[in-house]
Antibody, heavy 123, light 106 residues
Framework: EVQLVESGGNLVQPGRSLRLLCAAS????????MHWVRQAPGKGLEWVSG????????QYADSVKGRFTISRDNGKSSLFLQMENLRNDDTAFYYC????????????????WGQGTLVTVSS | DIQLTQSPSSLSASVGDRVTITCRAS??????LNWYQKKPGKAPKFLIY???SLRSGVPSRFSGGGAGTDFTLTITSLQPEDIATYYC?????????FGQGTKIEI
């Protein structure tokens, strides 16, 4: 059974940093690209970042480019999101998401999602 | 970025009704269009990819159609467990965008 378990969400002040972790199991992690998708309270889904199976390509939404860094450790079946200079509008549930495919390219499809971890940015 | 506009934003329907949701893209995405179901407090569920391919295990009352800029998600006989918000997502070009969602209520 595919499982994606996020952790690291917390209440943090604006301008501070936070690192999210996703522990994956139940599938061959390095066969798949991985993504982070978020949902702010009362809002819709927003793709945040994606990374190829071999970390060859990273992509970011304009809203987080230059502040967030995605990475992965295939040996530990783990996905990370380092978030710097957090803003109030980064407040959201952050979901770890598996891509059907290995590359972050045309056809990305989010086939398995974790339960999410809540990041609250507030002073 | 490619913008996706869903209509309606919300709808009220009865069990057994046929329900259709529309997703319109700001430019052609050919058939690179996916659909997801989101229930409160739950992780989103992947329903349809490539505009019309049903993911394994998804009930056959769900179907997708369309190409280019106009797409539909249809539920042929609405069930109580289908009460959720539905999102389209384009996979044609980065950055990978979602529609704003359509909330189905009974």
């Amino acid at each position: 059974e595919v499982q994606l378990v996020e952790s690291g969400g917390n209440l943090v002040q604006p301008g501070r940093s936070l690192r999210l972790l996703c522990a994956a199991s139940g599938f061959t992690f390095n066969d798949h690209a991985m993504h982070w998708v978020r949902q702010a309270p009362g809002k819709g889904l927003e793709w945040v970042s994606g990374i190829d199976w071999n970390s060859g390509t990273e992509q970011y939404a304009d809203s987080v480019k230059g502040r967030f860094t995605i990475s992965r450790d295939n040996g530990k079946s783990s996905l990370f999101l380092q978030m710097e200079n957090l803003r109030n509008d980064d407040t959201a549930f952050y979901y770890c998401v598996r891509d059907m495919w290995a590359m972050v390219t045309r056809g990305v499809s989010f086939d398995y999602w974790g339960q999410g971890t809540l990041v609250t940015v507030s002073s | 970025d490619i913008q996706l506009t869903q209509s309606p934003s919300s709808l009220s329907a009865s069990v057994g009704d046929r329900v259709t949701i529309t997703c319109r893209a700001s430019q052609s995405v050919t058939t690179y269009l996916n659909w997801y179901q989101k229930k409160p407090g739950k992780a989103p569920k992947f329903l349809i990819y490539g505009a019309s391919s049903l993911r394994s295990g998804v009930p056959s009352r769900f179907s997708g159609g369309g190409a280019g800029t106009d797409f539909t998600l249809t539920i042929t006989s609405l069930q109580p467990e289908d009460i959720a918000t539905y999102y389209c997502q384009q996979s044609y070009a980065a950055l990978w965008t979602f529609g704003q969602g359509t909330k189905i209520e009974i």
